[in-house]
């Protein structure tokens, strides 16, 4: 699955969620870094190579085996970092490319889980009234739904089981 980049993730949200604010200076220097995805698309929100790139703005890659990418995990310990932890770190993003404390880890952690339920509650349709949707469909053809249309549900589904168990994933470790 692939979520919006970090540069279009609700900044304001997580730093509630996770009680800590962002230093300033530091999505300037994760953005040079290159973490917070692309911003070289042009007005109309295409790039001169858009066709052959897989994931053009670099959203945020999330899959079963790996959860959210350890990239991206990397730029949320270091933004989110209280101003001791990054001074520790010599203000370098590269040194948290590991854990770097158990409360930097548990921090980082906390924003991923909630940016990955801000994207779950932004879909319009929940999990188990897809579903509904879906068995009423495969139990009553009488609902005139198209093979893509059952495929398109079959996929949302499929999202939304993804982001529900990277969440469960997040909270268990």
Known sequence: YIMPPLREWNIDKLEKA??????????????????????????????????????????????????????????LRALFSSDDEWEAAGEAIGNFAA?????????AKMVAKSALQL???????????????????????????SPEEELAILFRIEKKKLLRETITELEAS
């Not at 854990?99 to 921090?107: A, G, K």
């Not at 188990?128 to 739904?145: F, V, Y």
């Open 18 to 75: 996770c009680g800590r604010l962002i230093s300033p200076g530091r999505l300037n220097k994760l953005d040079r870094a290159g973490l917070l995805g692309s911003s070289n698309l042009d007005s109309d929100g295409d790039s001169d190579d858009y066709d052959t790139i897989a994931n053009p703005k670099g959203g945020v890659v999330v899959t079963r085996i790996l959860g959210v990418d350890l990239a991206v995990i990397q730029a």
């Open 99 to 107: 854990e770097f404390s158990p409360e930097n880890e548990r921090v």
């Open 119 to 145: 994207e779950l509650d932004s879909k319009p349709t929940t999990l188990e009234e897809d579903m509904e949707l879906l068995q009423r469909m495969t139990a009553s053809k009488g609902l005139d739904a």
